[in-house]
């Protein structure tokens, strides 16, 4: 009889641990799913939009930014529309660079930038003039594109905007 009590409290055992370990796998699937590079929140891009192409006139107009998280911060993604198909210098994409820098509202660690002319023509290489860049970390991003991190050790700590 004692040896039927102690299978029963084993049976048991075992049942409430499936019951337990299943419910808590179940309840892993109820998480919601965070999709890469979108937020559901509003983002403020402060006045990214306008200190662009006040740094590098060449860029006509900063389109479809988009924030995502990676990581523990957030990235930046831009759309840049110029006037020339012509490749950017380093120069012009270092200005481009340190205006997002210097008045986005929140700290990006990473920044991904394309390019195109603005009659819808072909992409606008961004990748020679980021190789130029010294300490920023440069991966190509899309069709002429980069993706840059780093900007701390070119630009100085980021601070708000004032």
């Known amino acids: 009889m004692a040896q039927r009590r102690t299978s ?14 299943s419910g808590g796998l179940a309840g892993c699937g109820i ?3 965070t999709p890469e590079k979108t ?10 939009a306008d200190a662009v192409p006040a740094a590098a006139p ?5 389109e479809d930014p988009v924030q995502w998280r990676n ?3 957030h990235g930046l993604e831009l759309s840049l529309v110029t006037d020339s198909a012509e490749p950017f210098t380093a120069d012009e994409l270092d200005a481009v ?3 997002v ?10 920044i991904v930038l394309t390019a195109g002319v603005e009659d819808g023509g072909d992409p606008v290489d961004l990748r020679a003039a ?6 920023l970390g440069v991966t190509d991003s899309g069709q002429g594109g980069v993706s840059l991190t780093g900007m701390d050790a070119r630009y100085g700590a980021w601070t708000a905007p004032e």
Request: net charge negative; glycine share 10%; hydrophobic share 50%.
């Open 8 to 21: 029963r409290r084993g049976l048991l055992a075992v049942i409430l641990t499936g019951t337990l370990l």
């Open 31 to 33: 998480l919601p799913q």
């Open 39 to 48: 937020e559901e929140t509003t983002v403020d891009y402060g006045v990214v």
């Open 58 to 62: 060449r860029v006509v107009a900063v």
């Open 71 to 73: 990581g523990f911060g």
């Open 97 to 99: 660079v340190e205006a």
């Open 101 to 110: 820098w210097r008045t986005l509202p929140w700290e990006p660690n990473a």
């Open 130 to 135: 980021a190789a130029e860049l010294e300490e």
